[in-house]
């Protein structure tokens, strides 16, 4: 079936900062720069609110079972930030050469 106008990606319907970071190296890193700043004051928003008594409470894992909250915030919230870390250390370390 082929595809018809309408569902054709526009070359300017690109995601918010992507011509840019192609355009222009610099501000598309400025851009990425500001995008994590305000995903991670985002996070330290949701997690402010919480108490030693939200930290304690029980979740169900599909794949661990019963644990604490503080289990599934170590592993994917605290752990998955820490690994793009490390993944952003390892581009500009090659791109650095």
Known sequence: MARGPDRRRRADARPRGEATAVDDPFQGLELAVAAVREALADLAGALRP????????????????????????????LGHKAGHVEQLRRTLAALAG
Do not use: Q, S
């Open 50 to 77: 919480l108490v030693d008594a939200d930290l304690t409470a029980g979740t169900v894992n599909v794949k661990y079972g019963d644990e604490p909250l503080t289990a599934f915030l170590d592993r994917y919230v």
